[in-house]
């Protein structure tokens, strides 16, 4: 079964502070996992993928097959990352989104 | 472009009243889906449609329909609705060459 865990509801970090949103994933196979971001009363918005590799405003996440887990990263957090994180799993046509941490960076 | 619409923006229902969420995106993708977005369950899947002419359920379709009009459009039903399906209702699209699901702005329903 396909399955996105994040494990934290809420995080609240201070500015300039690291932040590091946990996902962990259940999936046979090789999964293609996203994160997706959702800024106050906006559209989610895709933040990255694991297989571009890439760091987006700051972000990173790895891909870690042996843990299962695909944790988003920032080493300075900045008042404007404050949103609503999802981790997703692509499996077949449908994704699966894990249930959401929402994070507030704190003057 | 436009993206993903959506229409309406919001919406109040009486329990038993039936209504019809409009989705549309002008990007030519193939898969279209139809998602609730309630606190603390995060986004759950109510159906797809992976070609025009093609839907199938999701995690939560029980109380919806759909039809997906034609390559643009994926329409959602409440046929009588509930306040159980009090939600924010977010539409979305992919084209077949990426994982990538682009959202609408979505649809704040509220069932009294």
């Known amino acids: 079964a396909q399955r996105v865990t994040q494990p934290e509801k809420l995080l609240s970090v201070f500015k300039g502070a690291p932040v590091e949103l946990k996902c962990n994933y259940s999936?046979?196979?090789?999964?293609?996992l996203f994160w997706y971001v959702q800024y106050s009363r906006q559209r989610l918005q895709l933040l990255l993928r694991?297989?571009s590799r890439e760091s987006i405003k700051g972000f990173t996440a790895d891909l870690n097959k042996g843990e299962t887990s695909f944790h988003l990263k920032k080493p300075f957090a900045q008042e404007e990352d404050s949103a609503m994180y999802y981790c997703?799993?692509?499996?077949?046509?449908?994704?699966?989104f894990g249930k959401g941490t929402k994070l507030t960076v704190n003057p | 472009n436009a993206g993903v619409t959506q229409t309406p923006k919001f919406q109040v229902l009486k329990t038993g009243q039936s209504m019809t969420l409009q989705c549309a995106q002008d990007?030519?993708?193939?898969?279209m889906y139809w998602y609730r977005q309630d606190p603390g369950m995060g986004l759950r899947l109510i159906y797809y449609?992976?070609?025009?002419?093609?839907?199938d359920k999701g995690e939560v379709p029980n109380g919806y329909n759909v039809s997906r009009l034609n390559k643009r459009e994926f329409s959602l039903r409440l046929e009588s609705a509930a306040p159980s399906q009090t939600s924010v209702y977010f539409c979305?699209?992919?084209?077949?060459?990426?994982?990538?699901?682009?959202f609408g702005p979505g649809t704040r329903l509220t069932v009294t």
């Open positions: 997703a799993l692509i499996g077949s046509e449908k994704l699966v």
């Open positions: 990007m030519n993708h193939n898969s």
């Open positions: 979305a699209s992919r084209d077949r060459n990426s994982y990538e699901q682009y």
């Open positions: 999936y046979s196979g090789s999964p293609e």
């Open positions: 449609s992976a070609s025009e002419g093609t839907t």
């Open positions: 694991h297989i």
